[in-house]
């Protein structure tokens, strides 16, 4: 089956949910090609988000990450994966809602912090406790997530591909987004 996509698709959710995984999948499918905000940031930088947290503090990473997502936009369609925290700031969800169209991965905690808690690799969750660091940051943005324009539940028995074609559903009920051809 071939699809016309005609506005990115921007994923969302929490870190762990398979916003990188399940939208290289989905570009693949789509013929479109796959963006991640995250890796443009650290390739203009030259440092992880780690060490860009670690030197300059969250607020200029979030700054950076604006400008990134924006430029994205701005570029060929696509699907573009974020960071867990883009879609917290207003800017970002106005940004998306304009110009493409926010599918949220909607895991629970349980699932997240199945697919977390070996890695470090999540500067958020370098601290004591960090599953109830994972839990406290997951109570703050479900609500916000939650504004996405599509949700697409994340189940523990889904592959990679089941996960996409559960997307790819999704994005069929707006033919503004996406539409079989």
């Known amino acids: 089956m071939a699809y016309q996509l005609n ?6 959710g929490m870190m762990g949910a398979g916003k990188t995984a399940v939208g290289q999948a989905l570009a693949d499918r789509l013929s479109v090609p796959f963006l991640d905000s995250d890796e443009e940031i650290v390739k203009a930088a030259n440092m992880s988000i780690a060490e860009i947290f ?12 604006s400008e990134v997502i924006g430029r994205l936009l701005d570029t060929e369609r696509a699907v573009l994966s974020t960071g867990g925290g883009a879609f917290l700031a207003e800017r970002n969800r106005q940004m998306i809602s304009e110009r493409g169209v926010a599918v949220w991965l909607k895991a ?7 697919r977390v808690k070996h890695k470090d690799t999540r500067p958020l969750l370098r601290t004591a406790d960090p599953k109830k660091t ?8 479900v609500p916000v997530y939650a504004l996405s324009d599509l949700a697409v539940e994340a189940r523990s028995e889904y592959a990679i591909a089941d996960m996409a074609d559960a997307v ?4 069929l009920t707006r033919p503004d987004v996406l539409t079989e051809v």
Do not use: H, P, Q
């Open 7 to 12: 506005k990115s698709i921007v994923m969302v």
């Open 54 to 65: 670690e030197r300059d503090g969250e607020a200029f990473f979030r700054d950076r990450e």
């Open 108 to 114: 629970d905690l349980e699932l997240l912090w199945n």
């Open 134 to 141: 994972l839990t406290e940051i997951y109570d703050k943005r």
């Open 168 to 171: 790819i559903a999704a994005l």
